[in-house]
């Protein structure tokens, strides 16, 4: 789903050139529906004043230290969203389930890491 950073309009085909809402040509990609609505939700609290510094697929470079070495990057998470609530910066993933028989080896093995390097433990949302 490519969603216009401007005003929020859902577009579900291919990339479009403009916003049928604005005729602006900046869009955000999400991969579900549920992402896209999370997103459009996320939005609404921004501009509510509920959150702020609200940024999209932000990424963090995990990296590996071996005894007595230098640490060297790992792997990269891209997590669904970053944004600041009641003073505290939430790092917040979109799934289908919170179920850790239906989560994905990767995102678990990923999100252990963000706990492990950076001391940031993953909200994972289940939209509804």
Not at 17 to 28: I, L, M, N, P
Not at 37 to 46: C, I, V
Not at 76 to 104: C, H, M, P, Q, W
Request: glycine share 6%; charged share 25%; net charge neutral.
């Amino acid at each position: 789903v490519w969603t216009c950073t401007s005003c929020g309009v859902q577009h579900r085909n291919a990339k479009p050139t403009w916003c049928k809402g604005c005729d602006r040509s900046e869009f955000h990609y999400f991969q579900s529906q549920d992402e896209a609505d999370r997103y459009a939700a996320l939005r609404l609290l921004e501009s509510n004043a509920m959150i702020s510094n609200l940024h999209v697929h932000p990424v963090f470079e995990i990296h590996v230290s071996y005894p007595g070495g230098e640490p060297v990057p790992g792997c990269k998470y891209i997590a669904d969203f970053i944004y600041v609530r009641n003073g505290e910066s939430i790092i917040e993933d979109v799934k289908g389930s919170t179920n850790d028989a239906a989560l994905d080896p990767i995102f678990k093995l990923k999100r252990k890491f963000m706990r492990l390097a950076y001391g940031i433990n993953v909200t994972i949302h289940v939209q509804r």
